[in-house]
Structures are given as C-alpha cells and as structure tokens.
C-alpha cells in the first residue's frame, strides 16, 4: 500500500456518534478482523475525532452495537473464507493422514481472500457486499 492510499475499513456499525469499525489485518498466522469501538464528536475547530471513552449512558447503546457486530463478524469471517488458527491446528492434529473435502467453488472463492492483502481483500469484499445489496 502506497503513502497516499489510506487503509479502508471492511465495514463500520452506526448508532448515532457511537461506531464500530471492523478491520482485515495480515499477521504471521494469517488474516483475521479486527474491531475498533470509537465515539465520534466535534472538536472546537470544526472538524470530526474519535474518542474511546463512553459515557454512561453510551454503554447499553454500544452493547448492543457489540451485540450486532458478534454475528455480522461471524458471516464476515465465513465470506472471507477465515479459520480460526487453533481450529486449524486440533483439526490437523486429530486427523493427520485424513485427506482434506473437496472444496466447493464458493469456499474456493472465499479461500482465496487468505491469499491477498489486507488491503485488496477489504477492497473485494466491499465489491462483493456492493453487489448482494
């Protein structure tokens, strides 16, 4: 990713000023999501921040922006054709000489998203959620 192109989040979950922002991050072991809580208001210069300190009465609202994020990371995960690591390891462990199942052409598909960069995959899977809408 160059200097000038900024990192686009996979998605962002509203409630008012409160936002959840779900981000795709590469590591050694492999892609996985990450998710940013922010409480976004207006600085004395006019131009919009990030907070991430909550009031009181901002924590059953966020709650439940949690609540909703657990299952919209959940489909993210499965679109994006992740695995958990650990699930991974036990699998291979408990199964060694086992071949693998035929994949079908959408877990090909989703597998595929593991091969690219955080950043080309945020941009196809935004494609792909542009299209089903």
């Known amino acids: 990713m160059s200097e000038n192109e900024k990192r686009q989040p996979l998605e962002t979950l509203r409630d008012g000023s409160l936002k959840l922002t779900f981000w795709l991050n590469d590591s050694k072991k492999g892609?996985?999501?990450s998710v940013t809580p922010a409480k976004t208001y207006e600085a004395d210069d006019g131009t919009l921040k990030d907070s991430h300190?909550?009031?009181g009465?901002?924590?059953?609202r966020m709650s439940e922006l949690f609540r909703e994020a657990h299952g919209l990371h959940q489909q993210m995960r499965k679109d994006l054709g992740l695995t958990r690591n650990t699930q991974q390891a036990e699998t291979q462990q408990a199964a060694p000489a086992q071949q693998p199942a035929p994949q079908t052409t959408e877990q090909q598909t989703n597998g595929q998203a593991s091969q690219l960069s955080a950043a080309e995959a945020t941009k196809?899977?935004?494609q792909s959620r542009s299209m089903k809408l």
């Open 57 to 60: 009465g901002d924590l059953l």
């Open 31 to 33: 892609q996985f999501i």
């Open 53 to 55: 300190s909550l009031s």
């Open 124 to 126: 196809k899977y935004k």
